[in-house]
Antibody
Framework: QLQLQESGPGLVKPSETLSLTCTVSGGSISSSSYYWGWIRQSPGKGLEWIGSMYYSGSTYYNPSLKSRVTISVDRSKNQLSLRLSSVTAADTAVYYC?????????????WGQGILVTVSS | EIVLTQSPGTLSLSPGERATLSCRASQSVSSSYLAWYQQKPGQAPRLLIYGPSIRATGIPDRFSASGSGTDFTLTISRLEPEDFAVYYCQQYGSSPAFGQGTRLEIK
């Protein structure tokens, strides 16, 4: 059974970089034809797709966040990472990682449980 | 930027009834890139239908979707108790966005 688990700091200061890791177990992050991505949800902005990486290594980002987002994969550790720079309070949200089987924008057939990240000094 | 507006904000119905949820886009959207999700409290969103009427794996056929241009509809033909949740539409083309959601509650 595939499992995804987000980890990282729950509190980030404004202007700093948010860094999260999604550890995949029970399967390979290099499995063909899947996207691996991040989506977030906040009370103020609702659901927002952040970006994804195709198994081949191609990355796709939400244009509204593209200048601040980096998604990468460590295949040796079977981990997906998210970096979001210059954060503000508007980036406070629950962040989910997911395996996306169709189009790589949050359609996930497997999800992590989500991690709440608060941006505050 | 495409904005998706869902209506109504809250829909109160009884099990067995038919539910019709609306999603309106601020500009024309390719129906091939319109999806619907269900979310229950404390859970991640679950894909129901995409591109524009393909049910995701395991989604029962009481869920259907239609629409084109700027107006799209999700229909649940006969509500089951487990269908009461929040529903979101999503445009996943060049300007990805989610609607703000419709809460489907038990009357």
């Amino acid at each position: 059974q595939l499992q995804l688990q987000e980890s990282g700091p729950g509190l980030v200061k404004p202007s700093e970089t948010l860094s999260l890791t999604c550890t995949v177990s029970g399967g390979s992050i290099s499995s063909s034809s899947y996207y691996w991505g991040w989506i977030r949800q906040s009370p103020g902005k609702g659901l927002e797709w952040i970006g994804s990486m195709y198994y081949s290594g191609s990355t796709y980002y939400n244009p509204s966040l593209k200048s601040r987002v980096t998604i990468s994969v460590d295949r040796s550790k079977n981990q997906l990472s998210l970096r979001l720079s210059s954060v503000t309070a508007a980036d406070t949200a629950v962040y989910y990682c997911a395996r996306d089987p169709y189009y790589g924008m949050g359609e996930g057939d497997y999800w992590g449980q989500g991690i709440l990240v608060t941006v505050s000094s | 930027e495409i904005v998706l507006t869902q209506s109504p904000g809250t829909l109160s119905l009884s099990p067995g009834e038919r539910a019709t949820l609306s999603c309106r886009a601020s500009q024309s959207v390719s129906s091939s890139y319109l999806a619907w999700y269900q979310q229950k409290p404390g859970q991640a969103p679950r894909l129901l239908i995409y591109g524009p009427s393909i049910r995701a794996t395991g989604i029962p056929d009481r869920f259907s979707a239609s629409g084109s241009g700027t107006d799209f509809t999700l229909t649940i033909s006969r509500l089951e108790p487990e269908d009461f949740a929040v529903y979101y539409c999503q445009q996943y083309g060049s300007s990805p966005a989610f609607g703000q959601g419709t809460r489907l509650e038990i009357k």
